[in-house]
């Protein structure tokens, strides 16, 4: 059995929804050939102006959807949430080979 095609795709990554929350700028985007527009969303910020909100997350994800784009959405959650993962779902830690918990 052969294995499928495997297909590159590319992402652009927005960090500061006041600059880059913008039709113009996906529009740009989407023209320099990206397959994908990448964000970090948080329920809770993280960081001071940085990092896309729930609803700003929804409506960047509209914007790529009408243009026949993806959305990667990085949470941060086990970056910036550990203890709680750790409390709530034990069982969702990260091991790194040296066997640490995250």
Same mark, same amino acid.
Not at 25 to 43: C, N, Q
Not at 46 to 59: K, M, R, T
Not at 63 to 74: E, I, P, Y
């Given at each position: 059995?052969?294995?499928?095609?495997? !297909?590159?795709?590319? !992402?652009?990554?927005?960090?500061?929804?006041?600059?880059?929350?913008?039709?113009?700028?996906?529009?740009?985007? &989407? &023209?320099?050939?990206?397959?994908?527009? =990448?964000?970090?969303?948080?329920?809770?910020?993280?960081?001071?102006?940085? =990092?896309?909100?729930? &609803?700003? =997350?929804?409506?960047?994800?509209? @914007?790529?959807?009408?243009?026949?784009?993806?959305? #990667? &959405?990085?949470?941060?959650?086990?970056?910036?949430?550990?203890?709680?993962?750790?409390?709530?779902?034990?069982?969702?830690? @990260? #091991?790194?080979?040296? =066997?640490?918990?995250?």
């Amino acid at each position: 059995m052969s294995e499928p095609a495997k !297909t590159l795709r590319r !992402t652009a990554l927005l960090s500061f929804p006041g600059r880059s929350l913008k039709e113009s700028l996906i529009d740009e985007i &989407a &023209a320099g050939g990206f397959t994908d527009v =990448g964000a970090g969303l948080a329920v809770e910020p993280v960081i001071e102006n940085h =990092g896309f909100s729930l &609803a700003q =997350g929804a409506e960047l994800a509209t @914007m790529c959807q009408r243009r026949g784009q993806g959305l #990667v &959405a990085f949470t941060g959650y086990q970056i910036y949430f550990p203890e709680r993962i750790a409390l709530e779902e034990p069982l969702r830690l @990260m #091991v790194t080979s040296d =066997g640490h918990p995250y």
